[in-house]
């Protein structure tokens, strides 16, 4: 029996046009899955589209876009069985990279016709989904000076430059992290809570490992006391999300938590899964196990 399946498609993110991209999605799924396929269009958001899928009885979601087409479509998703298929079309994909999805188009159709549902966790921030994490200071400083153009030419490394650049600014505010079982209050340059982290999430990997299924969410509190540390400290949060190895520094500290709570002075920026918010404080809360995601079948797989 041939499947049939909803497709969110967002035709204004990624790198590649939208028809070509497109095109590739219908030729490698359709012979095996029924597409109705649901564009965003200005004035109707992914999240509005993926309920009125749910609604009209879609057996199987797939999202096309990236982290934050992704995130708002889920909102109808968490806590349901419906199998989820991720086809990344954003500039960074850190929710597919962190769950081996590929990123190339083709490759991420093909993984989606062979893919084992698994649950995974998402979280909610301020009452909205969080599916990547949230990040406070230093992180939404460096998207809101990484250009569309430069995004779109260099990827990654636009934010890396741009990470640079704002670690020289050196600019550091009081937190307080308040978790279910302790507080934490310090000058830092980056709070980062992490639901999921690919390894390119510099701010998020303290702990090293973020695991996407294990009901915690993951923060990491960078607070260097100078230059110099500062940069030092960005290494060592590279380093560690490429090798799995926890960071080891005083000026680095991170947690895990099922509830966290987060206050600064003075306010700072908050960046929500990749886009900006307007928030004095921000309370996230892990939703274990709440989606129903479609991951590449391969042998022995699991998060550790």
Not at 101 to 127: M, S, W, Y
Not at 217 to 245: C, E, M, Q, W
Request: aromatic share 6%.
């Amino acid at each position: 029996m041939t499947t049939s399946a909803s497709l969110i498609f967002n035709p204004n993110a990624g790198q590649n046009g939208p028809v070509e991209d497109l095109v590739t999605i219908r030729e490698v799924l359709e012979p095996k899955i029924n597409l109705d396929i649901r564009p965003s269009y200005k004035g109707v958001s992914t999240a509005e589209l993926t309920h009125q899928a749910i609604k009209e009885g879609a057996q199987m979601i797939l999202i096309a876009g990236g982290d934050g087409t992704i995130s708002s479509a889920v909102e109808a998703l968490i806590g349901t069985d419906i199998p989820i298929g991720i086809i990344p079309r954003g500039t960074v994909n850190a929710f597919a990279k962190a769950l081996n999805i590929p990123t190339n188009v083709k490759a991420a159709c093909e993984a989606i016709l062979l893919g084992r549902p698994h649950r995974v966790d998402t979280a909610t921030c301020n009452g909205k989904p969080m599916i990547v994490l949230i990040g406070i200071g230093l992180e939404p400083e460096t998207i809101a000076h990484s250009s569309r153009r430069l995004k779109k030419q260099f990827g990654m490394l636009s934010f890396v430059l741009a990470g640079i650049k704002e670690l020289r600014q050196f600019n550091t505010f009081e937190t307080w992290v308040e978790t279910e079982n302790e507080t934490i209050n310090l000058q830092a340059v980056a709070v980062t809570i992490a639901n999921t982290a690919a390894p390119t999430s510099l701010l998020a990997h303290g702990p090293a490992n973020v695991i996407p299924d294990d009901g915690l969410l993951d923060v990491t509190i960078f607070a260097p006391s100078n230059r110099k540390n500062a940069f030092f400290g960005a290494y060592h949060l590279l380093r560690s999300g490429f090798t799995d190895d926890a960071t080891n520094r005083g000026d680095i500290q991170y947690l895990k938590a099922k509830n966290v709570k987060v206050k600064t002075k003075p306010l700072q920026k908050v960046s929500l899964d990749g886009d900006p918010i307007e928030a004095t404080s921000v309370e996230i809360s892990c939703i274990p196990h709440s989606l129903n995601i479609l991951l590449p079948a391969l042998d022995n797989f699991t998060f550790e």
